[in-house]
């Protein structure tokens, strides 16, 4: 599908060009392959010479630039003449600081897909006035982990001012994660938060477990509480009194296993056979709603995820500007279906 045939999300710009840093790493390179799928010119970055290369080689039209997060001067320069930058270099406890900043100095827009809690935490506390002073939007966490979660709960809210609880249930057939999840994890050290009356509290040690009754094909899947980004994104705007994410416990053994391999291509776009399930209830008294997502390789879906968001930033089709989150800038039911069916499987109804 070429940028026109998205109608309304396609950009209202001359500059096409978009700094991918990262560029050459899983998500990175399905972030490069949608950019160029919606016509846009991706400016492929990051900090190894060897690995950029690989990847120019496989693009030689494409620009190269090498940047280091050490060194502010070839971030500036990684992002010069570009509209936007996407950072698909983690962990973001490491790289979102500085890539913003070098953003805000070029006033282009920043996106990222970061699931650490505190890396997006840091980014609504500490980046908030410089992003609106620059007159940009910076949208972390705009991926499977984060963002889709966010949409999908602001999407089952459908107008309501406030809920009592919101519950987010993720469910995966398997989980092989890349060489980026698992030096995330080894990084990500801080404890992990959730939403308790109303204030983020951390989260109970030994995480709570329950059941979650999905839909076919999964249906009932025994849960551990794993709150992950979604909780600083809807936290920031929606008003809930209890906010709680929970994971079928499969996936995780997988994920903790260190002999679990990589993910391995298993179609022409490069996903891998892994199916997700995610869904959001939100009650309020009650009454409750739920919006479902599901579709294959959490690690792909990003890609539409977060060059959708861009797209619409950079049309000027974001309500906000400054830190935001998916569903407060966008109309969430909207965002999601542009996505389907081709990347996701959607049902938001009341239960």
Same mark, same amino acid.
């Given at each position: 599908?070429?940028?026109a045939a998205h109608g ?6 001359a500059n096409r060009a ?20 919606? %016509? ?5 970055? %990051? ?305």
């Amino acid at each position: 599908m070429t940028a026109a045939a998205h109608g309304a999300g396609a950009p209202v710009t001359a500059n096409r060009a978009v700094t991918v840093f990262g560029a050459y790493g899983h998500t990175g390179r399905f972030v490069v392959a949608e950019l160029l799928r919606r %016509g846009w010119t991706p400016i492929l970055s %990051g900090r190894d010479p060897d690995k950029l290369a690989a990847l120019g080689a496989e693009h030689p039209t494409l620009e190269l630039r090498i940047a280091s997060i050490d060194d502010a001067a070839s971030l500036d320069r990684a992002l010069d003449g570009a509209v936007a930058v996407i950072n698909c270099a983690g962990p973001f406890l490491d790289t979102a600081t500085p890539v913003i900043e070098a953003a805000l100095r070029a006033r282009v827009h920043y996106l990222d897909p970061a699931a650490e809690q505190r890396a997006v935490l840091d980014v609504f506390e500490q980046q908030t006035p410089a992003a609106r002073n620059a007159g940009v939007a910076v949208l972390p966490g705009m991926a499977f982990y984060g963002g889709l979660a966010d949409l999908l709960a602001t999407a089952a809210m459908d107008g309501w001012p406030q809920a009592d609880a919101i519950d987010i249930g993720v469910a995966l057939d398997s989980w092989h994660p890349t060489a980026g999840t698992r030096l995330t994890g080894q990084r990500n050290h801080y404890r992990r938060l959730v939403v308790s009356d109303g204030k983020l509290e951390p989260l109970a040690d030994p995480a709570p477990t329950r059941d979650w009754n999905f839909p076919a094909p999964f249906d009932t899947q025994p849960m551990v509480a794993l709150p992950l980004s979604e909780t600083i994104t809807i936290s920031r705007h929606l008003r809930v009194r209890e906010l709680h994410s929970y994971m079928n416990l499969a996936p995780l053994q997988e994920l903790r296993n260190p002999d679990t391999p990589a993910p391995v291509a298993s179609d022409a776009q490069g996903r891998s056979a892994q199916r997700f399930m995610m869904e959001a209830v939100v009650r309020n008294g009650t009454e409750l709603r739920s919006a479902v997502a599901s579709g294959r390789d959490i690690y792909a879906v990003t890609a539409p995820l977060i060059v959708e968001a861009m797209e619409r930033i950079v049309a000027g089709r974001a309500h906000l500007s400054g830190v935001i989150t998916a569903g407060a800038a966008f109309d969430a039911r909207d965002f999601l279906a542009t996505l389907a069916p081709e990347h996701l499987q959607l049902d938001c109804v009341d239960v």
